[in-house]
């Protein structure tokens, strides 16, 4: 459940060989605006999840990720797209985690992108999945991949950051990646048990 064309494309790339149709929130006509007002990626996922109410035959998935800097307490975090400002461009928001940065170096530079999803299945179960993938603050920007804060995110075991990797690769190690593959054993779980009423999302 996302709006997202970029993670859609992701999403029915590794969804493809489980045998359901898999539609963005606007395929589904679901136009409701969601106040993302968690303070953990599991509760906003959550409560994105849940938005759309239970439904006979769909599994409604739904996903909150962002950059977490140790050096800064996990900020910008579940805040990441409001960090500095909704309005504010990347080259700001960088800018923000660079500056606050300064003086530190490799390790205590450490940062990592994570992404929570979340499924409400038909019989109302909700269950949970995670993905983080690790990395540093670099001491500048490099790269045009990617989005968001991927110029300023430095894997020390490719000696590049996450805007100069190719797409398919950053795919493979990424924080949505990894919770996405982890939902989909999950899904199809609930699938061969016909669901098990169990949830792990307490909100
Ligand atoms: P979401 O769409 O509510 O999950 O917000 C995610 C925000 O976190 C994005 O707007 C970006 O600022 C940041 N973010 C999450 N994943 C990535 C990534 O893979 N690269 C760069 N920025 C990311």
């Known amino acids: 459940m996302t709006g997202n064309e970029g993670k859609m494309r992701e999403i029915r790339a590794i969804m493809a060989d489980c045998g359901l149709p898999v539609l963005s929130m606007r395929e589904a006509g679901i136009t409701a605006e ?16 849940k938005a759309a109410g ?3 035959d769909t599994i409604f998935i739904a996903d ?10 996990g900020a910008p ?4 797209s409001r960090f500095m400002g909704e309005d504010a461009g990347y080259d700001v928001k960088i800018g923000a985690i660079l500056k606050n ?18 499924a409400l299945f038909p019989d109302g179960s909700v ?3 995670y993905g983080s993938m690790e990395g540093q603050i670099a001491y500048g920007t490099a790269g045009r991949n990617g ?25 493979r190690i990424s924080h949505r990646g990894k919770a996405l593959r ?22």
Request: glycine share 10%; aromatic share 8%; with cysteine.
């Open 147 to 171: 989005f968001g804060y991927d110029p300023c995110f430095f894997l020390p075991e490719y000696g590049m950051t996450s805007a100069e990797i190719p797409p398919e690769e950053k795919n």
């Open 34 to 49: 969601i106040e993302e007002n968690g303070t953990t990626f599991r509760e906003n996922a959550c409560i994105k999840a």
């Open 127 to 129: 269950r949970t999945s």
């Open 54 to 56: 239970v439904m006979a």
């Open 101 to 118: 940065l300064e003086g530190l170096n490799g390790p205590e530079r450490s940062a990592r992108f994570e992404c929570c999803m979340a």
């Open 64 to 73: 909150d990720s962002g950059l977490s800097v140790d050096a800064m307490g």
């Open 182 to 203: 982890a939902m989909k054993d999950i899904i199809l779980e609930y699938l061969s048990n016909n669901g098990s009423g169990r949830s792990d999302c307490e909100k």
């Open 77 to 80: 975090g579940v805040y990441s």
